[in-house]
C-alpha cells in the first residue's frame, strides 16, 4: 500500500544464549538480513549495502531468559517501502521454524504479528493541537558526518534537527505535504519550538562494533510558524515517528520514539 506503513513483530526461541539478557542494538538488523535472504540473497545484500536512509526501523532486540541457557527474543520491524514490505512478507511466509543466529546464538522464528498497515494520509487527517510531547525511548542522536577521521554526533533534541529526521522518512515513505509545494527540511523545523524537557538523560549502550552514546526522555515541541497548517502537521510527523524513530541507526534499534497520551496512532487505520 502506497503512503503507508507496516509493523511486523517476531518472537523467536534462542538456546544456548551466553550474553546478558535485556535490550539489544545491532542483532536485530543482522535478522532482518538473515530473514530476507532466505527468499532473496540479492535483496538482502542489497539493502545491506545501500548508502541512504534505508525504508524501516527496528526496536531493539529484546532478550528474555527463560532457562539457564533458553531465552526469548523479541524484534519489531517497521516498514514503509512498498517493494520491500512485499518482499518481507514473502519471507515471513515461510519464517515460521526458520533457523538463524541471533547474537552468536541458534534461534528460531516462533512467532510472526502482522499489524494492518496504517496510511499517512490519515495521520495528517486527524484533529491535532499546535504541540506535541514525544518520548525517546531508545538512545537518540544525530550524525553530524566525520571530521579529522572520526564520526561526529548530535546529543541534544534540537527542533531542527528532531523534525529533519521525521520529514525525510515522511517524505521518502510517500507521506502526503500539507501544501502543494514541498515542505522544506530546515524552513520547517525553524518555526517549531521546544516548549518542554523533562527527565533527559544521556545513555551509552553497546552497538555492533562500537559504544554509542544518545539521549532518551520527554521533549514537548510547538509549532510558532504563522502557517495554520504547521501544527497539524508537526503532530502527524511525530505520530509517524512511532515508526520511523528518530535520528541516525534508527534501524540498529536506537531513536524508537512515542507520542506520550497514549496510542495516538489507532485512529488513523
Known amino acids: 500500500m502506497s503512503g503507508s506503513v507496516s509493523r511486523i513483530r517476531l518472537r523467536l526461541g534462542v538456546d544456548g544464549w551466553r550474553r546478558p539478557a535485556g535490550a539489544l542494538y545491532g542483532p536485530g538488523h543482522g535478522l532482518l538480513l538473515q530473514v530476507l535472504r532466505s527468499v532473496s540473497a540479492e535483496a538482502s545484500a542489497a539493502l545491506h549495502d545501500a548508502d541512504r536512509r534505508k525504508p524501516f526501523a527496528l526496536s531493539p532486540l529484546t532478550v528474555d531468559m527463560r532457562s539457564e541457557s533458553v531465552a526469548e527474543a523479541t524484534l519489531v520491524i517497521n516498514v514503509w517501502d512498498v517493494a ?4 518481507l512478507g514473502a519471507a515471513l511466509e515461510a519464517a515460521l521454524d526458520l533457523r538463524v543466529n541471533v ?3 541458534s534461534a528460531v522464528v516462533v512467532d510472526v504479528t ?3 498497515p496504517v496510511r499517512l494520509s490519515a495521520l495528517v487527517a486527524m484533529s491535532a ?4 510531547r514525544v518520548s525517546f525511548e531508545s538512545p537518540t542522536f544525530f550524525s553530524h558526518g566525520r571530521r579529522f577521521g572520526r564520526q561526529r554526533y548530535g546529543l541534544l533534541p534540537i527542533p531542527e534537527q528532531v523534525t529533519r529526521s521525521w520529514l525525510r522518512a515522511w517524505q521518502s515513505a510517500g507521506g502526503p505535504g500539507p501544501t502543494p509545494e514541498p515542505v522544506d527540511f530546515l524552513t520547517f523545523g525553524e518555526r517549531v519550538a521546544l516548549r518542554g524537557v523533562h527527565d533527559l538523560s544521556t545513555k551509552v549502550v ?3 562494533k562500537t559504544a554509542l552514546t544518545g539521549f532518551t526522555g520527554q521533549v514537548s515541541f510547538a509549532w510558532v510558524g504563522e502557517e495554520a497548517w504547521g501544527g497539524r502537521f508537526l503532530v502527524a510527523l511525530a505520530r509517524f515517528a512511532e515508526y520511523c524513530g528518530t535520528g541516525a541507526k534508527t534501524g540498529h534499534g536506537f531513536g524508537r520514539t512515542s507520542v506520550c497520551g497514549g496510542r495516538a496512532l489507532e485512529a488513523g487505520r
Open 84 to 87: 520491500l514490505s512485499q518482499l
Open 103 to 105: 547474537g552468536g546464538a
Open 114 to 116: 502482522v499489524e494492518p
Open 129 to 132: 493541537p499546535p504541540s506535541v
Open 206 to 208: 553497546r552497538g555492533e
